[in-house]
T-cell receptor, first 113, second 116 residues
Framework: GENVEQHPSTLSVQEGDSAVIKCTYS??????FPWYKQELGKRPQLIID?????GEKKDQRIAVTLNKTAKHFSLHITETQPEDSAVYFC????????????FGTGTRLKVLA | DAGVTQSPTHLIKTRGQHVTLRCSPI?????VSWYQQVLGQGPQFIFQ???????GRGNFPDRFSARQFPNYSSELNVNALLLGDSALYLC???????????????FGSGTQLSVL
C-alpha cells in the first residue's frame, strides 16, 4: 500500500550547521511533496513543497530535492538556528482520486546553541 | 483572515462515550479533510469532504463518521470510544480538494482527545 518512510527519527545539530531529512515514497503516482514543521502543541505548518516536474526548490535557508526515479525526496536546512527546533514531517500525495496526504513518521530536530 | 479553526481544543472522555469535533475551513475553501495524529507519529488520513460529499475515507472503523455543512464547516463523530482513539485530531482545508496544481492543505491546531 501507500507508504512514506522518513529518516532519521531524531536529529541533533549544532547551531549554524546543516540538517538533512530524507523520505522515500512507495506510490509512483505521487506528484506533490510538501514538508510541514510542527512545534509542540501547534498546528503543522507548510514550510516548503515540490512538484514532480521539478527536481529542486529553494527558499532562503530551506531547500527540497526530489529524485523521482529513486522515489526519494529530502529537506535541507542550512545555517540552522535554535528556532528551527521542531518536528518535521514529509508527505506525498497525488492529484487523482481522493486528495490525501501520506505522511512520514516525523523527524525531531534539535538545534543546540 | 482567519485560518482553519477547530473546537474544542481539548476533550476528555471515557470509554464507550461519543464525541463530536468541529472544524471551520479557511474562507473560500470548499474541501475539508480530517487526520488523526497519535503521539510520536505522522497524521493519518480519516476523511475528505467536498461540497458536502464524502470523497474519500481512510482505514478507520465505522465508528468514525463525518459530515460537511452548506457553509463548508465540518463535524467528525466518533462513537463507542476506545482508549486507542486518544490522539490529536487535525482538520485541514483546501480550495477544492482535487490536488490541482496550486492546491495546498492548511491545518488547524487540532483537538486533543483523551479517552480514559
Amino acid at each position: 500500500g501507500e507508504n512514506v518512510e522518513q529518516h532519521p527519527s531524531t536529529l541533533s545539530v549544532q547551531e549554524g550547521d546543516s540538517a538533512v531529512i530524507k523520505c522515500t515514497y512507495s506510490d509512483s503516482a505521487s506528484n506533490y511533496f510538501p514538508w510541514y514543521k510542527q512545534e509542540l502543541g501547534k498546528r503543522p505548518q507548510l514550510i516548503i513543497d515540490i512538484r514532480s516536474n521539478v527536481g529542486e526548490k529553494k527558499d532562503q535557508r530551506i531547500a527540497v530535492t526530489l529524485n523521482k526515479t529513486a522515489k526519494h525526496f529530502s529537506l535541507h536546512i542550512t545555517e540552522t538556528q535554535p528556532e528551527d527546533s521542531a518536528v518535521y514531517f514529509c508527505a506525498a500525495s497525488r492529484a487523482s482520486g481522493t486528495y490525501k496526504y501520506i505522511f512520514g513518521t516525523g523527524t525531531r530536530l534539535k538545534v543546540l546553541a | 483572515d482567519a485560518g482553519v479553526t477547530q473546537s474544542p481544543t481539548h476533550l476528555i472522555k471515557t470509554r464507550g462515550q461519543h464525541v463530536t469535533l468541529r472544524c471551520s475551513p479557511i474562507s473560500g475553501h470548499k474541501s475539508v479533510s480530517w487526520y488523526q495524529q497519535v503521539l510520536g507519529q505522522g497524521p493519518q488520513f480519516i476523511f475528505q469532504y467536498y461540497e458536502k460529499e464524502e470523497r474519500g475515507r481512510g482505514n478507520f472503523p465505522d465508528r468514525f463518521s463525518a459530515r460537511q455543512f452548506p457553509n463548508y464547516s465540518s463535524e467528525l463523530n466518533v462513537n463507542a470510544l476506545l482508549l486507542g482513539d486518544s490522539a490529536l485530531y487535525l482538520c485541514a482545508s483546501s480550495l477544492e480538494g482535487s490536488g490541482g496544481f496550486n492546491e495546498k492543505l492548511f491545518f488547524g491546531s487540532g483537538t486533543q482527545l483523551s479517552v480514559l
